[in-house]
């Protein structure tokens, strides 16, 4: 007995060193740029979570850099993309080092990858949540934020944008691939429905909302002062956002309305609702909003 585990031991051994000196010709060819290499290594059995000395980060990562970048891609980092998209999954989960928030691959990609991609990803079931990142440092949280001339940006290797009108199309295929709407913020406990600005103005959310529920993010939750998300909108952004449509919903999914929130609407836009600054759109807004508060306080 003690002979076969000596033997089972020495074929691990031999396996593992097989895969470490087949990962240190992976590191060679890539730093080479032979792509074609690098995927005959792959198909041999590297495991190719392997990591550049200078800058420390993934291979992985630097091949979703050059895939995401058009002038870089070449059909080599096409192939070899798609080779670990579908063949490494647990390369995805490997974390980036030295940014903040301390993303995986699979959440950069969340952040910048073509509706396509997205889609493949669900399709793959890539993990795209980082267990480092926290509540407003996911890409649902941001573009949950995200208003008219607040376009997403990273500062982390590419300077790589999400227009605002991407927004709902985006949120859709982020959940699609499992996305995580449950996080709650540290200190200010806020939800995503805190987080949440109606905008484009045109749009309808009302399935998205519903789908975000239906995944565990919480309606009701009360942040840290004892605000529910309604309390937001009468706050902030009541005119840059279709603040009307949104609280329509929120109370139609039973949230209910206090006099707090009431006293803050009065205190926020009622002088403002008097003065000879405003527009008759927005008046006609806020008096829709006010009339939506008054309708359904508790």
Same mark, same amino acid.
């Given at each position: 007995?003690?002979?076969? !585990? ?9 396996? !593992?060193?097989?895969?470490?000196? $087949? ?20 198909? /041999? ?26 002038? $870089? ?13 579908? #063949? ?38 890539? #993990?795209? #949540?980082?267990?480092? *990142? ?6 649902? @949280? ?5 208003? $008219? ?8 290797? /590419? ?42 103005? *045109? ?11 239906? $995944? ?11 605000? !529910? ?29 206090? *006099?707090?929130?009431?006293?803050? @609407? ?15 759109? *927005? ?16």
């Amino acid at each position: 007995m003690r002979k076969i !585990s000596i033997q089972f031991l020495m074929i691990v051994l031999l396996v !593992s060193c097989s895969k470490q000196d $087949k990962n240190i010709l992976l590191l060679k060819a890539y730093s080479n740029d032979d792509y074609a290499k690098c995927l005959d290594i792959l198909r /041999d059995g590297a495991d190719g979570r392997i990591d550049f000395l200078e800058p420390n980060h993934p291979i992985l990562f630097d091949i979703c850099r050059k895939y995401l970048d058009t002038e $870089k891609r070449s059909r080599e980092i096409e192939e070899l993309f798609v080779f670990y998209l579908e #063949n490494r999954k647990k390369a995805f989960e490997d974390s980036i080092r030295g940014i903040y928030p301390k993303q995986t691959i699979g959440s950069y990609l969340a952040r910048f990858a073509s509706d396509e991609l997205l889609k493949q990803i669900a399709q793959e079931k890539i #993990n795209i #949540n980082s267990s480092e *990142e926290r509540d407003y440092n996911t890409v649902m @949280f941001e573009l949950a934020r995200i208003r $008219k001339g607040m376009p997403i940006r990273s500062d982390f290797y /590419d300077n790589l944008a999400v227009n605002e009108n991407e927004k709902k199309e985006r949120m859709e295929l982020l959940l699609e691939a499992g996305a995580d709407v449950t996080l709650i913020h540290d200190k200010m406990k806020a939800t995503i429905f805190h987080a949440f600005i109606w905008y484009p103005m *045109e749009e309808d959310y009302t399935e998205l909302l519903d789908r975000m529920i239906e $995944k565990g993010a919480d309606l009701f939750q009360k942040d840290a002062n004892g605000h !529910s998300c309604i309390s937001y909108k009468v706050q902030f952004y009541a005119l840059e956002s279709n603040t009307e449509a949104y609280l329509a919903y929120v109370i139609s999914r039973g949230l209910e309305v206090t *006099e707090e929130d009431l006293d803050e @609407f009065y205190a926020r836009w009622a002088r403002y609702m008097r003065g000879d600054k405003v527009t008759g759109e *927005e008046l006609r807004r806020l008096e829709k909003i006010e009339k939506l508060l008054e309708e359904n306080v508790k």
